[in-house]
């Protein structure tokens, strides 16, 4: 399952460690890394070239570092990799693993066999995919990331309300539809020709470190090729730990990410699920005089009003409540959330006053981060 290895991390930051992966997971402390992307070979197991119907080759995965003698052979490799990647992951910290069909069901089952607990398989579907040339197949129009917690008691990070807002306010789902890496984004080499194989495309990453990390985490990619997860990383203010076993692929993925410029820290801000604000009762609105005792409150269309009283309820000629009990009351209903339901005229509009809730956790974050920089 990997030995424990104690030490500091900060000397691997930001860095692309040239060798065997394995060789260099060891130089990675126990428990010090957030979240870790592997794009490991995938064991295609081709034989001969592909070619198109003019007879042209097609630039397939033919490299050395994707062919294995059997697959006992790549199954011990893959187990000893997921070993150390769970071994350097923190208690709460994930692991993403793409693969096509090739792979991706051995991986998986040997990372429920070290412990890791599934949490999703994600189907990316290429909107551009390469044809099967031959047409004794579908054409293969996706891969399969399967992420995972470290444990099933982890704690992990899922940004759920930065993914929905990314995808126009409704839920981010298991399917992406995302290119493939084409264009100026794939690096060629001085003959144009492809530089790698495999270069993942900038928005894949972008939507899995926006899902699963934070600020200033650490991202390990243990198959790091030109550098699409230091790129990405770089870009979100997340560090990255790359190790590379070829040479060129690693000088280019250091040019590259030297490129980027980070993202200020103003920009990296993200939708906070409402668990993880600061609970603000509305009668800590009327303490700090946002709303006045005796203020009438009223619904958006301004028929139905109430007016507020020193402790924080609202009263009607009839009965009286909290926001919540009193707009259920004149409504009808079971239940109301009265910030979305009761408005305070503001400048001669009518506002919600879950405006001025957050005008307030506003002012919350600003003093704490103000007593934080004392």
Known sequence: MGVEHKGDISALLDEV????CLEQLQRVPSRSVDVVFADPPYNLQLSGNLTRPDQSRVDGVDAQWD?????????AFTRAWLAECRRVLKKDGTLWVIGSYHNIFRVGAI?????????NDVIWLKSNPMPNFRGRRFTN?????????????SKYTFN?????????????????????????ERLRNDKGEKLHPTQKPEALLYRVLLASTKPGDVVLDPFFGTGTTGAVAKRLGRRFIGIE???????????????IKPLPGRDLQVAQPKRALPRVPFGTLVENGLIKP??????ATGRIAARVRADGTLATAEASGSIHRLGALVQGLEACNGWTFWHVRRNGKLLPIDMLRQQYRQTLQQQHKQKENA
């Open 245 to 259: 076993r070829d040479a060129a692929y690693a000088e280019q993925a250091r040019k590259r990410i030297a490129a």
């Open 67 to 75: 062919k294995f003698d059997s697959f006992a052979a790549y199954d």
């Open 111 to 119: 990372m429920q066999d070290l412990g890791f607990w599934l949490l």
């Open 294 to 299: 005796g203020e009438v409150l009223s619904d």
């Open 160 to 184: 759920y309300e930065a993914l929905k807002a990314l995808n126009d306010d409704k839920q981010m789902r298991s399917d992406w539809l995302l290119p493939l890496c084409t264009g100026h």
């Open 17 to 20: 460690l040239p060798g065997d």
């Open 141 to 153: 129009a996706h891969e399969t990331l399967i992420w995972a917690a470290r444990e099933k008691s």
